[in-house]
T-cell receptor, first 109, second 117 residues
Framework: SQKIEQNSEALNIQEGKTATLTCNYT??????LQWYRQDPGRGPVFLLL?????KEKRKERLKVTFDTTLKQSLFHITASQPADSATYLC????????FGKGTMLLVSP | NAGVMQNPRHLVRRRGQEARLRCSPM?????VYWYRQLPEEGLKFMVY????????ESGMPKERFSAEFPKEGPSILRIQQVVRGDSAAYFC???????????????FGNGTRLTVT
């Protein structure tokens, strides 16, 4: 069965630093992988989609990589801000979108 | 352009009652998904519907749970004879395309928090 692993421990970083979140998946080869942000009490919000033939995708301060050999995606936020504090979910796309448990990011001023 | 609307935001039911959760997808979206989230847990897929059809219900319990997406009106997730273990946040999402077809990010509502007492 599909398995998605994201760091369960919260990631604490200081404002201005780069945050790097990891998503590993096993047992299948998704055509796409998506990243979402979820704030407490709210639904997830789509951030970025990367296809299997793309190595890297950027959007403003966000960068996503997709290594289909390692079955891993990395999500980077550069020049992080306290407003970036949230839980970030990765979702490899298969027949339906399956989400990891998410990694909580805490950016302190 | 309204996003995905879910109501109610909070729902309290006693054990044995029925819970009906409603979801209006984004305008132009014909694909609807329901997910369940427990505290400290990830989003668990329940069911995927396209107008009037259930496409994938592999994540939905066989008993007491049902979903529909009629030709007119919102999608409904129904839970009959609720038990305490049904307490969770239920999220609905919609997309313009089916999974795997084109760029198909999900647009989520803000969920219905069901509490069973």
């Amino acid at each position: 069965s599909q398995k998605i692993e994201q760091n369960s421990e919260a990631l604490n970083i200081q404002e201005g630093k780069t945050a790097t979140l990891t998503c590993n998946y096993t047992n299948y080869s998704p055509a796409y992988l998506q990243w979402y942000r979820q704030d407490p009490g709210r639904g997830p919000v789509f951030l970025l989609l990367i296809r299997e033939n793309e190595k890297e995708k950027r959007k403003e301060r966000l960068k996503v990589t997709f290594d289909t050999t390692l079955k891993q995606s990395l999500f980077h936020i550069t020049a992080s801000q306290p407003a970036d504090s949230a839980t970030y979910l990765c979702a490899p796309e298969y027949s339906t979108l399956t989400f990891g448990k998410g990694t909580m990011l805490l950016v302190s001023p | 352009n309204a996003g995905v609307m879910q109501n109610p935001r909070h729902l309290v039911r006693r054990r044995g009652q029925e819970a009906r959760l409603r979801c209006s997808p984004m305008k132009g979206h014909s694909h609807v998904y329901w997910y369940r989230q427990l505290p400290e847990e990830g989003l668990k897929f329940m069911v995927y519907l396209q107008k009037e059809n259930i496409i994938d219900e592999s994540g939905m319990p066989k008993e007491r749970f049902s979903a529909e997406f009629p030709k007119e009106g919102p999608s409904i997730l129904r839970i009959q004879q609720v038990v305490r273990g049904d307490s969770a946040a239920y999220f609905c999402a919609s997309s313009a395309y089916r999974p795997g077809q084109g760029n198909s990010p999900l647009h989520f509502g803000n969920g219905t928090r069901l509490t069973v007492t």
